[in-house]
């Protein structure tokens, strides 16, 4: 069963078509009632959109009692139909919650994120969060995750919208069944130029119980706070989480920077490193072995640590398995991955990795992208005091300048003992150092006081 957008709204669309014909004709509730044989109170139940599915025998009568001809009274009929689709719609969406999409790809590594982002939502503590980093990281197997744990453990229905032309890797526009055009509709309101129908007729279907909406792959995002705000006041327990390239930038949200996994260290068991254990896992699938001798786990580490723990870079390069061993993969990333970037997801061609971090630098502004050339020309090791040295800035403004750098995925921290406590990603210093004219890099220099 689809229905528009206004489906949700329709027993309130059909009751002001009950009041504009009443007030043509210059009839009272009272008169309107002696001609239906309707009873008054239900007549401005209709009126006021409460009676929400009213019978077929009392449409009929109300369109006798107003003296509809006949093109009048099948629109009538079809305001009347709707407003009983979108009772049936939000029945449904209580009795059966519908659920996120399925995905075959394993989460590895993620359980802190996924405790956190459950909890803040599923308590009610934050009512938005943003999932934001360096595409390729992970951001929407995280919120599968988290979708799938809250419908679990708290009954909450996930409404689920992916974004027209998102790389997202979960099988497109898929929102759920019955429910797609209602969310579609309240996304275009909230995210692009709906009409404003939307966001009411989402409200109608998710009422004032707990829901999930998720928004996948939103890119750039430019949220209308009107309607944002309308939402989450007309649907007092509903929670909205979005994956995207940027936070929306709106009062209340919760910015989520998703890191890339943990390589592993100098110091411990590289095999425990999440980084690790997720490229073992593919590589298992790809070459339907196991590689955990301790050599084979002392060169995937140091594979890990070339493409920076990115999920979708150690997917890509696990492909390559089916021709390569390790070692000789290793050979292939040792100058750097750049070498690979143009195929790392194998006979798909589809990794996303050169888009993504094209898309990243390109929309920095022009100082910021020169001193992430600066910044990439060394070993991409930095702290906040040498942003200071090269751009003039104040402390708080550098800061300003590496938070938005953390929060694009292009610079992680760093908690290696000796360490410059920032660093630019691996993948990140290949791209400025191939394809210098492409991307807003330039040649490494100093940058300017006047940024």
Known sequence: MAVDTAAGAGALHFGMMVRRHRIRIGLTQRELADFSTISVRAIRDIEQGRARRPRTDTVRLLADGLRLGPRARAAFETAANRGMAGRALKEGFRAEPPGPPAVLDPI???EREAAVIEDELGSGAERL????GLGGVGKTRLAVEVAGRLRATARFPVLWYTMPGSSARTGGDLVGGDFTDVTRGCVEDVFGSGDGQGVGAFAELAGDGPALLVVDGLGRPEPRPDRLARLLRECPDLRLLVTADEPCGVRGERQFLLAPLEAPGPDGDPADAPAVRLFHALADRTARRAHRAPAETALAAEICRRLDGVPLALRAAASWLLIYDLETLLRCLAAGPAELLDHLAGTDGDSGLREALERCVGRLPAADAELLAVLSAGDGGFSLDDVVALTGRSLPASGRV???LL?????????EPGRPPFRVLEMVR????????QLPFGAPRRVSHGL
Do not use: F, H, N
Request: aromatic fraction near 0%; charged fraction near 25%; proline fraction near 4%.
């Open 108 to 110: 590895v590594g993620r």
């Open 407 to 415: 929060l694009r995925g292009l610079v992680r921290t760093s908690q």
């Open 402 to 404: 590496v938070r938005d």
């Open 129 to 132: 969060v943003t999932i934001v």
């Open 430 to 437: 290949a791209t400025a150092a191939r394809m210098p004219e």
